[in-house]
C-alpha cells in the first residue's frame, strides 16, 4: 500500500524537461483518482465535486480550479485530481462516500505520469497535433476540452487548462516514451505552422 502521509512520489522521469519550439515539462506528481460509476449517481457527483471543488463535467469536458480538477473519462468514470498534501484525506473522503458496490474508486496517483506542453498557443497545439488523432484547433479543443486518445502507440489523455497550455497524462510505465516523442515534435526547425 502507498504510503498515505509521506512527501509526494517522484515523478517517473524526476522532473525532465526539454526547451524546444515549446517547452514539454514532466509536471510533479499529484494526488489522482480513477472514480467508476452511474455518473449520475448522487453519492458519485457529490463526492466528486465536493473533494474537486468544481461542477460536474460535461462529456469531454474537464472543471479546473488550481491544482483540483475533475474529468469526464468515459459515460462511467472520473478522473480526479488534486494536490498531494490532500491525498491522504481524500482517501478518507472516497472511502466514506462512496461505500456501494456499484461505485468504485481507484488511486492511481503512483500509476501515472503528467506533462505539460507550454508556449506559443498555435504551436502548443501542433506538438499535441503530430501524436494523437485530436482535433487540437482553437474551435474545437477550447479551455476545458478534455480528451482520451493514443499518444503514439499507447493511451492518454489531454486537456487544455487556457491558452498556450496542454496537459498530458499516460501510464507512469510508457512516461520515458510518451516524453521522447513530445520532445521530438518539439525540435526547433519541425515546426509546420498548423495553427499559425
Known amino acids: 500500500m502507498s504510503d498515505l502521509t509521506g512527501p509526494a512520489p517522484v515523478p517517473a522521469l524526476g522532473g525532465a524537461a526539454f526547451d524546444g519550439y515549446v517547452r514539454i515539462a514532466e509536471a510533479p506528481q499529484g494526488a489522482?483518482?480513477?472514480?467508476?460509476?452511474?455518473?449520475s449517481s448522487a453519492a458519485l457527483k457529490t463526492a466528486a465535486t465536493k473533494l474537486a471543488a468544481v461542477d460536474m463535467p460535461e462529456q469531454g469536458r474537464v472543471a479546473l480550479n488550481?491544482?483540483?480538477?475533475?474529468?469526464?473519462?468515459?459515460?462511467?468514470?472520473?478522473?480526479?485530481?488534486a494536490p498531494w498534501a490532500e491525498h491522504a484525506s481524500v482517501v478518507a473522503q472516497l472511502d466514506a462516500a462512496?461505500?456501494?458496490?456499484?461505485?468504485?474508486?481507484?488511486?492511481v496517483s503512483q500509476a501515472r505520469a503528467r506533462f505539460?506542453?507550454?508556449?506559443?498557443?498555435?504551436?502548443?497545439?501542433e506538438v499535441a497535433a503530430k501524436l494523437a488523432p485530436v482535433d487540437?484547433?482553437?474551435?474545437?479543443f477550447t479551455p476545458g476540452s478534455f480528451r482520451r486518445?493514443?499518444?503514439?502507440?499507447?493511451?492518454?489523455?489531454?486537456?487544455?487548462?487556457?491558452p498556450g497550455r496542454i496537459e498530458v497524462v499516460c501510464f507512469r510505465s510508457v512516461a520515458e516514451y510518451v516524453f521522447t516523442l513530445l520532445r521530438d515534435a518539439a525540435r526547433p526547425g519541425s515546426e509546420v505552422r498548423l495553427y499559425a
Open 136 to 140: 487540437f484547433s482553437p474551435s474545437a
Open 66 to 81: 488550481g491544482e483540483r480538477a475533475l474529468a469526464w473519462m468515459s459515460p462511467d468514470e472520473l478522473l480526479l485530481l
Open 116 to 125: 505539460a506542453i507550454s508556449g506559443p498557443d498555435g504551436l502548443v497545439r
Open 98 to 107: 462512496l461505500d456501494d458496490p456499484a461505485l468504485n474508486w481507484v488511486d
Open 32 to 39: 489522482m483518482f480513477t472514480l467508476r460509476g452511474d455518473l
Open 149 to 162: 486518445s493514443r499518444i503514439g502507440q499507447v493511451a492518454g489523455a489531454f486537456w487544455c487548462p487556457g
